[in-house]
């Protein structure tokens, strides 16, 4: 559901609720001659293609994180004074804004008994606040102890999807989009998280869509995207945890001038000022 950017040593996370995008056709353009262009954008691996959906782990991970490494942060957790409680996995996963619940609470479907499953009543009196009653003191101690799980890192894999990851790329794919559109609107999704309030996913790509319209609807895949993307611009820059737009000045916007729209490697990149490599 949720989260975080990292300005110097730690940033702060948006909550995300998400919602399933519903999937459309993309209209062909060869009448219009670009049946070449079309072939090839066919050919080019989405975001869930598993070396691309790697990379999108990555780049997330790097404004999320301040590293490239984001299975060591199935670990990760801590309270980063957003108002939301806990902070916690590769996704940041929040104790008051209910994806954490439903991630313990998928983790204990599957695993009853587990380290986290007696935190379950106290996750759900906090959610919506940033309390930590009945978490404190052991929580963060316990959710470290958690990770080393490998069910609980595939319950964690398995909620990143389908909150954020598969909606993302359906409603990117839906829209005509390729690997770097599909990755603007995830990246998206895991800041703003997904609703009816201005600065949801949904709300800025009603807003982009009012100044350019996606491939899918006939218009310029670069000019739909640079339309998106000032939109998520000024979203971020609604709250003052979210004000460093550096992860897509300094990152996807990168990408879309150099017109890899297909997110090929090379790529390389700044996020806060640290630069990120991937060959």
Not at 9 to 29: E, I, K, P, T
Not at 48 to 53: L, V
Not at 60 to 81: C, P, R
Not at 98 to 116: A, E, F, H, I, S
Request: aromatic residues 8%; neutral net charge.
């Amino acid at each position: 559901m949720v989260h975080t950017d990292r300005e110097t040593a730690s940033s702060a996370r948006l909550s995300r609720r998400a919602v399933v995008a519903a999937l459309g056709a993309v209209a062909s353009g060869a009448l219009l001659g670009v049946a070449p262009a079309a072939t090839a954008r066919a050919a080019a691996p989405g975001l869930d293609d598993p070396a691309q959906k790697e990379i999108a782990m990555k780049l997330v991970s790097s404004a999320e994180n301040s590293s490239l490494d984001w299975k060591a942060q199935y670990k990760y957790i801590e309270d980063i004074g957003d108002g939301r409680g806990y902070t916690a996995g590769i996704i940041g996963f929040c104790s008051g804004t209910g994806d954490m619940l439903d991630l313990v609470q998928l983790y204990t479907d599957r695993k009853p008994g587990n380290v986290l499953a007696k935190y379950l009543p106290a996750l759900r009196k906090v959610n919506g606040t940033d309390s930590h009653t009945g978490l404190d003191p052991n929580y963060p101690k316990d959710w470290r102890k958690a990770a080393q799980d490998t069910a609980f890192q595939q319950a964690q894999n398995d909620e990143r999807d389908r909150v954020y990851f598969n909606p993302a790329v359906a409603q990117g794919k839906a829209d005509g989009l390729r690997a770097l559109g599909q990755f603007a609107y995830y990246d998206a999704l895991v800041m703003h998280g997904d609703g009816d309030d201005p600065t949801s996913f949904r709300s800025i790509r009603a807003r982009a869509l009012r100044s350019a319209k996606p491939p899918a609807q006939g218009g310029d895949e670069t000019a739909y995207l640079n339309a998106f993307l000032d939109a998520r611009v000024w979203a971020m820059k609604q709250e003052e945890a979210h004000s460093d737009t550096s992860r897509v000045d300094t990152e996807q916007r990168v990408f879309l001038r150099k017109g890899n729209l297909d997110l090929n490697t090379p790529l390389d990149w700044k996020v806060y000022g640290d630069s990120y490599h991937i060959g």
